[in-house]
């Protein structure tokens, strides 16, 4: 299977302001107060089977996996600057059990100059691999165009994913972004549920704040996967 981005469209399904922390009131810019608009695509899900195809042997013990997309698009308002977005998904069993866990995540940690057209394959062990995976080998590659650096990504083995996403000079942390976990469902657990969150620190003049998704929409931002 190939993964492309003009094959898979974002589906965007939330659309709004990021708001400052409840003990924040105001975050007053000279664009006029408000904090960048942004909005958080529906995840897409690929199970285990479809994903490695023939090559793909499922583990003993009845754990089973899947690859994830998540998607989100920042818009800053006028004269602010974006310097960091956090992307965190937290995953737990739907209907209750074990947790299921991020088995692996990209993009991996990255820098200006690491940006661009990538081309990932994932392997028979579930993990991200790039050009040292034959094709052979690899029945699934994923074509990401990264064009933020991200200089952190952790949770693998945890039941959550973070990924922190910088500006550069050359590249304003603006329009979407893309992030792909494989998750590991734990025997007895029929699908996982994905709950997104978002944060940016954000610039204006001589002013900075951080913006999040409202808690008030955060029923709205989780989905499950796996079914």
Known sequence: MHIDDSHFPIEYVWDGELEPPPDVKTFATRGGGELPRVSIGRPVWW????????KWTAPA????????????????????TVRKAELIVRLSAKGGGL????FDLFPKPTTEEQ??????KVGPDFKFAGAELSVASAETTVNLRQAAPVITVDGIGESFARW????????????????????????????ARASVQLSADVASGFRSALGFLPERDSARLSWVLGE
């Open 47 to 54: 199970s285990d089977q479809k994903v490695l195809g023939e």
């Open 61 to 80: 013990g009845g754990r089973r996996y899947g690859l994830a997309r998540f998607a989100f698009s920042l818009r800053p308002q006028e004269k602010q």
């Open 115 to 120: 940006t661009g057209e990538f081309n990932v």
């Open 164 to 191: 922190v996403f910088a500006a550069h000079s050359a590249r304003p942390l603006v329009g979407s972004q893309l992030a792909y976990a494989t998750i590991e469902l734990p025997p007895g657990v029929a699908a």
């Open 99 to 102: 947790n299921p866990i991020a």
